[in-house]
């Protein structure tokens, strides 16, 4: 066991401490003042738009999805399930897909509702189209630990306050309210880190508005894009995205704590909904329009982009995009590559995780969970750094064996994995927790030796837990983009480069064809996971 | 069946000192209980005996062969035992038949052998046409019941019983009592079985071992602990007797202000001393001191009486009298057992 921890920090260690430190290091360049670049009026622009779309799409989840978690959690609101599925759905996507729906709805010229309603009504480019997007994407970072915080509480609390003499409104912000607001605000926090790492969302709805509307992380690529006289600028400026994410990370942290003290643990929780009486109707037909707006039209929109002949002209449908999409070799390519990488980021990510949570080492734990809250722009630039030229190790004068990283897919798969370890360490170590220790050892008693007994007895307890982890790492990595896009060797694509080349560029019915295909994926996996789930929760 | 020896067995966790210094003897076929509260150490000694846990001082042996000690410790699943877990630990994702089966398995028992000895397994514990249910689709009591046949279908050389009736409610907790009392009766392997409920160790138990902190108080037969404890622990822990702090002084005891003539046969040299006497051995409306009720419990078949002496109270149990809380009433000792303070 303790060979096989150092095994697991010693690749943490090469594969992103060593990177992270050498982007630390590089930012010593005695030839640039740090100062001078964070206050070039490019840079406080962009920190400007980081801070108010981030804070903007903040404030839009936690807006939306408290009230929305009340109602499902707490209220006897009709269609419970289907709102839960709905809202929880956008985890699942990336956020491009949803910026690419609302430009097909609220391009200024040719968006489908502009189209309808007059040109200019709606504008998705600049700020506010941004927080609004990356607010809908982030939106189940608030509403599901919410959800959860709230049904954890029993109705004896609430009942008690009737009882008290409260109406039932008051009740609602006496009771339930206030016990999950810590794991509201805490999701929040995690919301705004989500928004100022998105690089996505920032690009499309940013860099061709009117006037540009800079980001941290857009900037930081466009500086990467100038090569080496840019290279040092986005080191520096990647600083700053690092000092806001750890910043935002301890808030979230120290908020999560304070609500942990005071919900019971989930066991024996006796949830009486209360009865909604005259406010049924409407209270449904909003949450409905929520659903319509922040989900169903923006992917809708996807979808008629798809058989649009033209794109932001409402002439008539056509099969042309799919039927182009479908016969490009250069599509099927980046399809196969993108499966290819991401099977195998999913497997890596499972198996190095279930191993770390094995250790049940809490160091090893914290290290494999701190890459996903690195912005992706900052851990692609590091890796970028460390890797672009091949390393040689050398031992006893000599070379033991070379890493040459750069410019080949390996770099994309380590990139991966290293990004995505937390699902796997967190989800195995989550199963492990729950594992009742005697179920291994009545194996033990029964003559099985260590392997053995945890082949037949834990690691079955675990298939659920594992297979969410490769599915949701699997889905996180097929349409990855801001990895993808810093990282993708020369000539060659993947679905997030293509997918983000063909919206920005060229072809956004073709785009919206893969987006489809997508989204169809996620469904499909959604169900596969279902048959692998417990089949009867005890 | 086989023997099992403990020789002044150690286990400390961190700084807490669990186990100190136990020495046991299980004859071959015997069936021991150790009885002890919450934290004694009664579970970690039988982990050890297992081989769950590791012993830091002393030595294990079954049937003669050291398991645990100075030359070693052999893993658990080379001991050769069967364990039942306060926790069932039936394995979800296998059905009945799978799980008790697994023992064979390892054993590399052929096909038509095990079928045959788990047919037999399922008719011990009466779960005859449980075969193919999975353990999601049983109550408490069969899931204990699947443990017990997985347990004794390998034909373990001892049986270790971990608090194996604790999470069962009370009809099922005596039914399946009775149940393992038969099985013993059948197949005489050796048994030793953790609880901390009197009632279990003494009616199953050939002895009982009453355990305290982390040592043994006492080890004897389930009569003999019950009628002659070595130790305030024991009269305490077994028998519910009200332990009283006070000083004898010429065949008297004096506690909290009151004197109590102590009952015929029992004497002891002036001094310091402990003196403990069941609630039912007191006497309502004996010769001795006067004292105030505080409550009257209906029982039953009795009433419990509380009743305040100096700054504890006293527990006694008798016929049903009319008197109210408030009221004062006398007692004598009917019998006690007296230690050294």
Redesign the interface.
């Known amino acids: 066991m303790k060979r096989a921890s150092w095994a697991l920090f010693a690749g943490l260690a090469l594969f992103f401490l060593a990177p992270l430190a050498l982007l630390l290091w590089q930012a010593r360049d005695p030839g640039l003042r740090w100062t001078d670049v964070w206050l070039a009026p490019e840079s406080v622009q962009a920190l400007a738009g980081t801070l108010v779309t981030s804070l903007g799409a903040a404030l839009f989840a936690f807006t939306v999805a408290v009230p929305l978690a009340l109602l499902i959690a707490r209220t006897t609101l009709p269609f419970r399930g289907v709102f839960q599925a709905i809202f929880t759905l956008p985890a699942a996507l990336p956020p491009f897909i949803l910026g690419m729906g609302w430009v097909s709805l609220a391009n200024p010229r040719a968006g489908l509702l502009n189209l309808l309603l007059g040109p200019g009504t709606f504008d998705i480019y600049g700020r506010l189209g941004i927080s609004f997007v990356l607010g809908s994407a982030g939106l189940p970072l608030v509403f599901l630990p919410t959800l959860a915080a709230l049904s954890r509480i029993d109705s004896s609390l609430e009942e008690a306050a009737r009882i008290s003499g409260a109406t039932p409104l008051r009740t609602l912000f006496a009771v339930p309210l206030p016990l999950a607001l810590p794991a509201a605000l805490s999701g929040t926090a995690l919301c705004f880190l989500f928004a100022a790492s998105a690089f996505g969302v920032p690009y499309l709805l940013g860099v061709t508005a009117s006037p540009p509307t800079p980001t941290l992380t857009t900037r930081i690529y466009g500086e990467i894009l100038m090569g080496q006289g840019g290279l040092p600028r986005a080191v520096v400026l990647s600083l700053e995205l690092l000092v806001l994410a750890a910043g935002v990370l301890v808030a979230s942290r120290a908020l999560a704590r304070r609500g942990q003290v005071r919900l019971s643990s989930g066991k024996g929780v006796s949830v009486r909904p209360m009865e909604l009486g005259r406010w049924k109707w409407p209270l449904t037909a909003a949450a409905t329009g929520t659903a319509l707006v922040l989900v169903v039209l923006p992917l809708l929109a996807v979808a008629l982009t798809s058989v649009q002949p033209v794109w932001g002209q409402l002439t008539g449908l056509s099969a042309k995009h799919w039927s182009a999409v479908l016969s490009n070799p250069r599509t099927i390519d980046a399809t196969l590559r993108s499966l290819l990488l991401a099977a195998s980021a999913a497997t890596l990510v499972t198996l190095i995780g279930l191993g770390i949570a094995l250790t049940r080492r809490r160091s090893l734990e914290l290290l494999a969970g701190a890459p996903y809250a690195i912005p992706g722009t900052v851990l692609a630039l590091a890796l970028l750094i460390a890797y672009s030229r091949d390393v040689r190790f050398v031992a006893f004068e000599r070379v033991t064996f070379v890493l040459a990283l750069g410019n080949s897919l390996w770099m994309l798969l380590v990139a991966y994995t290293v990004k995505h370890l937390a699902f796997g360490a967190r989800n195995a170590a989550d199963g492990l927790a729950q594992v009742d220790s005697s179920l291994n050892e009545a194996a033990r008693l029964s003559g099985a030796g260590p392997g053995r007994a945890f082949f037949d007895a834990t690691l079955p307890q675990l298939r659920a837990t594992l297979t969410a982890a490769f599915v949701v790492t699997f889905l996180t990595c097929v349409t990855e983009l801001t990895l993808s896009v810093l990282l993708i060797p020369t000539g060659r694509d993947v679905l997030g480069t293509l997918l983000f080349e063909l919206q920005s560029y060229a072809d956004p019915g073709s785009a919206a064809v893969i987006a489809c295909a997508f989204v169809l994926l996620v469904v499909l996996l959604q169900f596969v996971q279902s048959i692998f789930a417990p089949k009867e929760a005890r | 069946m086989a023997s099992v020896q403990l020789e002044a067995v150690h286990k400390t966790y961190g700084s807490t000192h669990v186990v100190r210094g136990i020495s046991l003897e299980v004859a071959s076929g015997e069936f021991i209980a150790l009885l002890g509260p919450s934290g004694c150490g009664k579970t970690t000694t039988l982990r050890m005996i ?3 846990e590791a012993l830091d001082a002393g030595t294990i042996r079954i049937d003669g062969q050291e398991v645990d000690g100075a030359s070693g410790r052999v ?9 039942v ?3 069932y ?5 296998k059905s009945v038949a799978q799980n008790i089966a ?2 064979l398995l ?2 590399r028992v052929a096909g038509s052998e095990i079928a045959r000895r788990v047919k037999e397994a399922l008719d011990w514990v009466r779960l005859g046409p449980f075969g193919d249910r ?1 353990p ?1 689709q049983l109550s408490g009591g069969q899931l204990q019941r699947v ?1 017990i046949a ?2 004794l279908v ?1 034909n373990p050389r001892v049986l ?1 019983l971990d608090e194996p009736l604790s999470n069962l409610d009370a009809a099922l907790r005596e039914e399946l009592r009775g149940e393992i009392a038969a099985l013993r009766a059948r197949l005489g392997t050796t048994m030793i079985f953790v609880t901390h409920d009197q009632h279990e160790a003494l009616a199953l138990a050939d002895r009982v071992a009453v355990m305290n902190q982390g040592v043994i108080e006492q080890i004897d037969a389930p009569q003999r602990i019950y009628q002659s404890p070595q130790t305030a622990f024991v009269a305490g822990f077994v028998g519910g007797a009200n332990r009283l702090e006070g000083r004898v002084a010429q065949g008297r005891f004096v506690c909290g202000g009151v004197e109590f003539t102590l009952p015929p046969g029992l004497t002891a040299a002036d001094g310091p001393a402990i003196l403990a006497v069941r609630p039912e051995a007191l006497e309502l409306g004996g010769v001795g001191p006067s004292l105030p009720l505080l409550a009257r419990l209906f029982l039953g078949s009795a009433t419990e009486y509380r009743l305040q002496l100096g700054d504890t109270v006293l527990r006694a149990v008798g016929p049903t009298l009319d008197v109210k809380p408030g009221a004062s009433i006398s007692l004598g000792l009917k019998a006690a057992h007296l230690y050294p303070g």
């Open positions: 297992a081989g769950l893993p658990p699943e080379r001991r050769k035992l069967g364990m877990f306060q926790s630990a039936v394995w979800p994702h697994y023992p390892l054993q999975m999601s443990a997985r347990a390998g270790l």
